[in-house]
């Protein structure tokens, strides 16, 4: 059998002693089992600026997001943020709290944002940022964000500024597709 | 080449566009992205009751536990809280809202847990649970409790009860083995 011919997990089956279908190699017999995956962003801040960097990469290239991404194995979730904010942003943050998760189950996306306070107001765009830069309150590219997440996030903060112990809502989205 | 010589993702290696190792299947090129998996999980009670599972399987096989497990595509993690509530104890559940998060790092597990009342005092162990039945707080099973996550959301529990807009916590425990 040359690689070629090789189909990888492409053949949905139902595994033993599970109870709904899974996507399985049928060459090898690996399963795929997809499960939801988590975002973690964060709202940086430093004194009344938001920093946002505009997307280098699909989806929603060119469009003004803060820093997010998908959370890797071995860490936290606020360290997840933090990492995502020093790779898009080059910023070391402090990250404070949870300002919500926002879900969007037909793509299995479950996001948790935060609120982070920047070290210092020094940032530098990463390869996945086409530029980074801070926004008032007031000069937010509400017409060029790459996300209804993002708009969320940020009417989030706004609604709990000043408040600590934030309580934990969720907000579930219709899904639109970005690509 | 035969199927039992094909050994799906099993070597190590960096993709190209990426900045870490994953496991890829040197036969297709099949790479296989592994990320955090969220537990979704519901404090269930009723009046003064809480309704406990005790583990049909490994890990932690005859211990006890609320009703949780791992969430699934299309859906909410307040629906697959209540999924897990119905598959494992059989019964129907009004989620509440979000008691916490509870984080093992290194095995790669975000607990999302919640609150959640029974629409009636009705239950039935499903093919997870070798038994359900109500304890009072008074009557818990510290001692054979399945997981240390299990004991933080009870306690979390305890410490808010009669309180809406729970703050959003999130425990990251140290890792323990437990096979």
Known sequence: MSKQSLRGPSVKKIPEGDDRERLTCP???????QNPRIVVGAVCTWEDKFLM???????SIGKWTFPA?????NESVAQGAA?????????RVEIQDILG???????GHVMIMHRAAMRSPEFEAGPE??????????????????????KWTLERYKD???QTDVACVSQVAEFKSYS
Chains 1, 2 share one sequence.
């Open 69 to 73: 991404g998908f959370m890797e194995l």
């Open 101 to 107: 998760m926002y879900e969007v189950p037909q793509v």
């Open 129 to 150: 940022s086409l530029e980074v830069r801070f926004f008032t309150w007031d000069e937010m590219p509400w017409d060029d964000l790459a996300f209804p997440s993002v």
């Open 83 to 91: 990492r995502e904010a020093f790779e898009e942003a080059g910023v």
């Open 27 to 33: 060459d090898c017999g690996f399963i795929d089992y």
């Open 53 to 59: 960097c505009r997307r280098a990469i699909e989806p």
């Open 160 to 162: 709990v500024m000043g």
